[in-house]
């Protein structure tokens, strides 16, 4: 649906328990940093992976009168890193992608109403919507100091679900959205059912569905 020459206009934030933990580890393995973590008290940095795209590490803050806390975060069990010879704790305990948009009034109905969801709080000055326990989606107007909307839609936001028809259902019959695939599709010799359409400007939407099969054992056990 993509290729690689396509603007990177996406962020995918990381929500952390041991920011600076996270800075240490990745600094040492040498890894490409677009905005440092320069202040230890500060809450946030990004990471660039191989492939371009920006990682943004943001601190956990439990203290309800932060700017930045999100109520939905505390009750987010983090995921412990799998990782070697590490010192002390690396864990991710929510993530949230940031979709950028010209205009939100154009677009955030749609989404509200495709998901039946309202903010939950203010992530760095953006609207936060939770989509699961973990899963966050922000909806950016204009630019931050990362990016900002491109005029063909580089991205594709995915969401995985235990029941793929159910969301099938809804989708056919929502107004702005637009079918790519005329039916759900099972990908993967049986191991994923998947359908993908368009949001009312071209933005990539797609839903998953994944086998309980020993293939896809560990993931679903993350995701149920």
Sequence with gaps: MHSVDEPKTVTLSLITDELTRWNE?????????????????????????????????????????????????????????????????????????????????????FYEKFFDVRPIGLLQGVDAYQLSDSGFLLLVEGADELHSPTEKAGMTLSFLSTDVDAWWDRAVNMPGFELRTPEILDEGGGLVRVFVGYDPVGTFLEWDTFADVPENAALNGYLH
């Excluded at 371009?52 to 700017?67: A, E, Q, T």
């Excluded at 799998?82 to 704790?89: I, M, W």
């Design 25 to 109: 580890h990745l600094v040492a393995h040498n890894v490409a940093m677009r905005v440092p973590h320069e202040d230890k008290s500060s809450n946030s940095f990004v990471a660039i992976d191989p492939g371009g795209y920006d990682l943004k590490f943001m601190r956990f803050n439990p203290h309800s009168g932060h700017v930045s806390f999100v109520p939905a975060f505390a009750a987010a069990n983090p995921v412990e890193a799998r990782l070697e010879n590490v010192a002390g704790r690396l864990s991710i305990r929510a993530t949230a992608f940031s979709a950028y948009f010209d205009n939100l009034q154009q677009i955030r109905p």
